[in-house]
DNA sequence: CATGAATGAGCATTCATTCAT
DNA sequence: AATGAATGAATGCTCATTCAT
């Protein structure tokens, strides 16, 4: 067997390029915040001449876009395999927040974007990866309806409510000490499918 | 009977321009989003000189900070309004809804500041007011289970899955061509009450 | 007698940088050429703050304009008064070659941007002042025509010759040795009046 | 029968650079004026790589130099033709601005370099091609004088006068909406030989 | 307390040019 | 000879902020 593919030295150097910016970016990013940030800031961390940079991207939106997208490609594939292992809308639901906090928790250092900000800015970039993320839950939560697994409900709202519910909790899962995916998943599981007087009881091990 | 708090001329010049200020800002990060927004362009709207603003606030953050505490400010009371006219949690949890969904609708304008943007970025400031004011639904859920009405679950998800389903069904709300704060507050309430299965079923009407 | 309209500190101040920023400008361009001046040169041999700069102009062009309408805004006041206090279009025309030598001989600097250039670039910007300063010419050849001292020619290519011999006359005038303004008024005018053959005579004396 | 010089396909290829180069050029200046086109534009415009364009000019000035040169040495021959089948100075006028006057028709393009620009912005450039130009007129003006055909002028003074005609009247020309060369060429011509009272009387035909 | 011009640090960006492939 | 990505100096310009009036 033999490298179907062979890639230039050229072809290296820009993938690497790539690479470097991206890191650089998600490092500036989560120092300064999204709003502090300067495209200088980033090509300075980046090590390369600034006009390199402008070969890649060509704005901080840009490059902070691609990082979004980045994060959410490498969660869609999961998604789509929870989707397809489950054999009932719950089982979805329990699966999904599972992935997604899961991931979170192993990738904490992108989503911490959010914090550090003095005033505590919070950003988010609704890319047209992550609307095709959201769309997916949707239609998954729609084909479920056609297939009367679930009543016939506004498929937007409740597509919003889980996405509304995996952001604040997830937000509040990376401050605390120890990460805990699970304890997390099983909180927005259980609210989802029972509602809150169903929520897992807090032993004193969970409280601070 | 008399004025019972006179105010001088100097004061009301003092308020007007807060005010001005205030007004200016909103209409500009709506126009411009936030991240876009230079004092600049604020000052500009309001027709005072430079040098003044400053005399009132010290940067894009603190007027947009303002601007969100305002908000806050005018919630915060029909919350505990809302807290001590409910019998139950329930309740609570419906009226605090209701509450949310109908000031949205009602200001819409402010919250369209997250819109607008060209690469749709969607900015939120944790304010002092903010924090304090989810702090306060955090409370009200302890002392809840303080007094056994509800199950000695973790609270601070608790509060922050509401606070996700308020953000992001309201979003979408404020999106619809019909603005229908009910309807938003009935799925939301439905949800965190009982789980996705309870969820009012979507009539004919409610379809596009 | 006093001053009817005493200057503040702060509009004396605004006459001064608009006067040093033109000075400036005048010279940069006599030195490096329109083409290869940047802004940046301008703001350099001012003094003041860059910002200060775009308070006044906002670009290059701006204030090669303004240097261009300068001249033009001279110039105009003193052909008018030829114009009139010429009996005929003989007259009018030799007057007006005089007044334009002479005052290209006077401000040689500002014209001199034309020359030095690496590749000898020569610049002439038609700005408003300068076109209404060409009409102007062009009226009087028409009056003259509605009144029948001058037969009813082409007017705008009469006053295309005019200007054109002006031009280069006087191009080839600044750049000789000796600056001799009458000589070519005399020149210019009896070409336009009578044609080549009643050139007057090159001495010995003119010789170079 | 066989090629007398046989091109190689290097050859060929360079030749075809070069002219695409000169093309692509031709075309930016006149959509981007002088000023403001780049050497990158121009490459843009050629299709080839940035590099390439260094093989055969080395800045926007050498390639504008190149392109006027171009213009002059179509023109030189003719105005050298003209000069041999003319029988005196009266003709060789004529002959000259008849020439000049057809070929700006012709090339039309090329000269409208010099408008567009959105200040007006007026460029021309002094190269060898066009001195040499200049100066073979006035060569030619003092071998009359030599021949006694014309009176001991400034030869400089009038060949400037010529050139001066010519510029500002064919800039003219090239704005009127249908173009008329001999029109053009008569005026100049007249007026050089006998002033403005021999003129070409404007019939209704020609008035606007 | 309002005013608004001056300030100059700092930013985004371009561009001519080089040079390894 | 052609290529095109890398380079980094340099440019135009904005902006928050100050401070004399």
């Known amino acids: 067997m033999h490298s179907v593919k062979p890639i230039g030295k050229r072809e ?28 200088r800031d980033i090509i300075r961390k980046t090590g390369l ?14 490059v902070f876009e691609a990082l979004m997208d980045d994060g959410m490609r490498r969660i869609r594939p999961r998604l789509k395999a929870d989707r397809i ?17 899961d991931y979170l928790a192993s990738d904490r250092m992108t989503f911490q974007i959010i914090r550090r900000n003095p005033a505590s800015l919070r950003v988010r970039m609704d890319t047209p990866e992550m609307i095709a993320g959201f769309e997916e839950i949707r239609e998954y939560i729609e084909e479920d309806i056609r297939d009367g697994n679930v009543p016939p409900v506004d498929s937007e709202y409740l597509m919003a409510a889980v996405v509304g519910i995996a ?22 599981t259980t609210l989802v499918l029972h509602g809150f007087h169903a929520l897992p009881i807090k032993t004193d091990a969970q409280q601070k």
């Open 12 to 39: 290296q150097t820009k993938l690497n390029n790539r690479e470097s910016i991206l890191n650089a970016a998600r490092e500036v990013f989560a120092e300064l915040g999204y709003g502090a940030t300067t495209v």
């Open 49 to 62: 001449a600034s006009g390199t940079f402008y070969n890649y991207y060509k704005s901080k939106e840009e």
């Open 85 to 101: 292992r489950s054999r009932n809308f719950e089982e979805f639901i329990r699966n999904a927040f599972r992935t997604y906090f």
């Open 167 to 188: 952001m604040e909790i997830g937000d509040r899962m990376i401050k605390r000490p120890e990460l805990n995916a699970t304890e997390a998943a099983d909180f927005a």
